[in-house]
């Protein structure tokens, strides 16, 4: 079985501890995943204004969809975005409260997109995703958002509410299922809510759902951090359970009353894009190798990325690649309808597969690995040190290193070893695989203690 090691779950009627842990560093993060931070605390209306004036000046075609996920500050924010907007010339499509994928949809119609989210982060949180051109924002772009930009006086620009037609295109490309498969959502009281149902509903599924609402949500914002007690327990009589964010984007499979690990969502993604006829895939540094040798053996070619979604989606766009995606962030792309984590249209993929041999045999294939994530608190001033020396360390011992994020390691054909630094905060991520759980656990073990060693003597 792919095992993964769970992360701390919090409270979530209490997340002041989490808070009070990250008001130590800067949480105004501002990369080209988007601008995050505590809402009246680190991010403001006067953020907001800036960062939107800023982007204005990289709409080219005048037009702007903005949309935003069920946080209780996210109103207040996406009036202030669209008046900046208007007040720069640019037309706002209002779409309301909807995912994160619907907005990335919509802007491939009108040329830009604004999401108000801060993705799995706590409701405290909030921030903003820029998109140009069906993509999120890039290396260059992010600092004509970042920096002040003089914006020429022009006509007031007009606001109007749309509706996406996400669910008809998505529809189009799952096709009808038989059978009715009973399926329950845990929505975690996201904005995934009414586009999961509809979508299921409309392509023959029989549909349940948990959590509909933020404030009677029963677990937090994460599914992949949250053990999603309530959705295992009720999964048990129905053929799958979904799991989405509070931004629709990251999906967690639930199967037979068992949570599994955020690589399955993109293995199962992986493998319809297979039965779908694709062949070019692009893997972050820190998917399972699982899903490499699945594709590899089924006659597909793999690239591997930097981790993070937009390093995913940079090489998928350079390399004119069909699918790919995150381990890590349950996160599956398919770039035909979308350059972006795709929560949504995944439960409906992997629902059309239930039936089909492909979706037994991708788990089965997977269920061979065994997969630990873990993280060490440390300053950030000693983390390129570290990483630095555990580099020298390990090309010495390997004949494989991979250093463009990080250092992944490759021990063997069915093993590896990823240390790589937070931008965000003051710790250390390691990310382990093998064939062989025990060989797993002694190889992070062994590169915990090294990173340790490192800190102590440069501290």
């Known amino acids: ?40 605390e680190d991010l403001n209306l006067k953020d907001i204004m800036k960062f939107t004036n800023n982007f204005s000046s990289l709409i080219k075609s005048k037009k702007c969809v903005v949309g935003r996920d069920t946080r209780p500050s996210g109103e207040m924010i996406q009036e202030t975005i669209s008046a900046v907007l208007m007040k720069n010339g640019i037309d706002v499509y209002d779409l309301g409260i909807v995912p994160t994928p619907v907005v990335f949809r919509e802007a491939r119609k009108y040329g830009a997109g604004i999401i108000v989210s801060s993705s799995h982060n706590p409701i405290e949180w909030n921030g903003m995703k820029f998109i140009l051109d069906g993509r999120g924002i890039n290396e260059k772009e992010l600092p004509q958002i970042i920096n ?32 009715s498969p009973k399926i329950i959502i845990d929505n975690g009281g996201g904005a995934a809510k009414d586009f999961a149902e509809n979508l299921l509903k409309n392509i023959g599924c029989d549909v349940e759902m948990i959590n ?18 309530e959705l295992t327990k009720l999964s048990s ?3 799958i359970g979904f799991a989405f964010d509070l931004d629709g984007d990251r999906l967690v499979v639930v199967r037979k009353g068992i949570k599994q690990t955020p690589d399955i969502t993109l293995g199962l993604g992986v493998a319809k894009s297979l039965e779908l006829g694709h062949k070019k895939f692009v893997l972050s540094l820190d998917t399972s190798v699982s899903i490499e040798k699945f594709i590899e053996e089924k006659g597909g070619t793999v690239v591997r990325s930097k981790v993070g979604e937009a390093n995913v989606i940079g090489d998928m766009i350079k ?60 300053d950030s001033n000693y983390h390129d040190k570290i990483i630095e020396n555990i580099k020298n360390n390990l090309i010495e011992k390997y004949s494989k290193v991979d250093t463009r994020d990080g250092i992944k390691a490759i021990i063997d054909d069915n093993t590896w070893i990823l240390i790589r630094k937070s931008n965000t905060e003051d710790i250390i991520r390691i990310s382990g695989e093998s064939n062989n759980e025990e060989k797993c656990k002694t190889i992070i073990n062994d590169t915990k203690v090294m990173v340790k060693e490192q800190y102590d003597k440069i501290k």
């Open 1 to 40: 079985m792919l095992y993964q090691a769970e992360l701390p779950r919090h409270d979530w009627n209490d997340t002041s501890e989490l808070i009070k842990s990250l008001t130590e560093f800067d949480l105004l993060k501002k990369t080209i995943s988007g601008i995050r931070g505590i809402f009246g």
């Open 148 to 179: 002040d930009q003089k914006i020429l006086k022009s006509k007031i620009g007009k606001i109007k509410k749309i509706k996406s037609t996400y669910i008809e295109d998505a529809r189009k490309i799952i096709g009808k299922i038989e059978n």
């Open 212 to 229: 509909r609402e933020l404030l009677d949500s029963s677990r937090g914002p994460d599914p992949t951090s949250d053990k999603l007690i």
């Open 237 to 239: 009589n129905k053929d």
């Open 319 to 378: 390399n004119n690649s069909q699918a790919g995606g995150e381990g890590s962030s349950a996160g599956f792309i398919l770039s035909e309808f979308n350059y972006c984590r795709e929560g949504i249209l995944t439960s409906g993929l992997i629902s059309s597969m239930l039936e089909n041999s492909k979706f037994s045999e991708i788990i089965n294939y997977m269920e061979n690995y065994f997969q630990i994530r873990e993280k060490i608190e440390i």
